[in-house]
Nanobody, 125 residues
Framework: QVQLVESGGGLVQTGGSLRLSCAAS????????MGWFRQVPGKEREFVAT????????IYTDSVKGRFTISRDNAKNTVYLQMNSLKPEDTAVYYC??????????????????WGQGTQVTVSS
């Protein structure tokens, strides 16, 4: 059974930092693109960041560029999201996702086949 398990969320003040982790089990994703998305109540899930299977290429949504960094450790089957200079508008449930058959990154939810259960990030003002 394939599982993606996020961790590292929590409550932080504006300007603070958090590091999210997403550990995969059940199969290796070392040849697959991974991504992070977020969702607030009443809104659609939105793209945050994605990374190719090699880790050499990344894409970020404009609102997090320069503040967030996505990375991966294929030996550990884990992807990370380092979030710095957090703002209240970053408050959301953060989900990691994996593409089943492609190492090419994607910014769209429907191109991801596996999802974690989500981890809450709350940034207080």
């Amino acid at each position: 059974q394939v599982q993606l398990v996020e961790s590292g969320g929590g409550l932080v003040q504006t300007g603070g930092s958090l590091r999210l982790s997403c550990a995969a089990s059940g199969r290796t994703f070392s040849r697959n693109a991974m991504g992070w998305f977020r969702q607030v109540p009443g809104k659609e899930r939105e793209f945050v960041a994605t990374i190719t299977w090699t880790g050499s290429n990344t894409i970020y949504t404009d609102s997090v560029k320069g503040r967030f960094t996505i990375s991966r450790d294929n030996a550990k089957n884990t992807v990370y999201l380092q979030m710095n200079s957090l703002k209240p508008e970053d408050t959301a449930v953060y989900y990691c996702a994996a593409r089943s058959y492609s190492g090419i990154y994607s910014t769209t939810t429907y191109e991801y086949d596996y999802w974690g259960q989500g981890t809450q990030v709350t940034v207080s003002s």
